[in-house]
């Protein structure tokens, strides 16, 4: 079945640790994103990449780094610099980038740091 | 530039109707509509896109005001699966896409 996962579904970390989601996709979709969302509020985009090896910032990349080397796979680093990280992360992805297509999600990563 | 999305939240009885907006105040290219049920992703429900035409699912209708940068999502005849939130995201051109903050919907029975 195709479809996106993340891994793991729940995370926790110590306080000035970086920690790596994953984001897998095989979908062959061209655009991935990242999300994060806080209790009540709606999604934030964090970063989104329109084709391997090009991604670009998104509202709040402050704190956090992407790569995208291949196109199934566009992990989020949360680095120590991101002053209050907890929250549900989202990885969506869609064929091509936004505007007329629709956005696959995958079950999110809600990370604690403690 | 984050849509914003009325009402916050509306509680319906099983077989009710309800109308849920989002409004931006940039020009936008396209909106697309997503359910999302407690502690699970946002599912898909429509797209309307500048010029008139929508992609999505059979039962769920929705207008798209270009002039007035507005959409509205109707749903009608409640049923209980209706229960969540529901997000409105607006594409810009140059393809900047933002979620609203959301409208939680209860249905009862």
């Known amino acids: 079945d195709g479809g996106i996962t993340q891994s793991p579904k729940y995370l926790f970390r110590k306080e000035g640790q970086n920690v790596t989601l994953s984001c897998e996709q095989n979908?062959?979709?061209?655009?991935m994103y990242w999300y994060r969302q806080d209790p009540g509020q709606g999604l934030r985009l964090i970063y989104y990449?329109?084709?391997?090896?090009?991604?670009q910032k998104g509202d709040i990349a402050e704190g956090y780094s992407v790569s995208r080397e291949k196109k199934e796979s566009f992990p989020l680093t949360v680095t120590s610099a991101q002053k209050n990280p907890t929250a549900f992360y989202l990885c969506a992805s869609s064929m091509k980038i936004a505007g007329g297509n629709e956005q696959f999600f995958g079950p999110g990563t809600r990370l604690t740091v403690l | 530039q984050q849509p914003v999305q009325s009402p916050q939240a509306v509680i319906l009885r099983e077989g009710e109707d309800a109308v849920i907006n989002c409004s931006s105040s940039k020009a936008l290219y396209s909106v697309h509509w997503y359910r999302q049920k407690h502690g699970e992703a946002p599912v898909f429900l429509m797209i309307?896109?500048?010029?008139?035409e929508q992609k999505g699912h059979e039962k769920i209708s929705a207008s798209f005001n270009e002039k007035k940068q507005q959409s509205s999502l109707y749903l009608t005849a409640s049923q209980l699966s209706y229960s969540g939130t529901y997000f409105c995201?607006?594409?810009?051109?140059?393809?900047?896409?933002?979620f609203g903050t959301g409208t939680s919907l209860t249905v009862i029975p």
């Open positions: 979908l062959n979709h061209d655009a």
């Open positions: 995201g607006t594409v810009r051109p140059g393809n900047q896409f933002y």
């Open positions: 990449s329109q084709i391997v090896n090009d991604f």
């Open positions: 309307l896109l500048k010029g008139g």
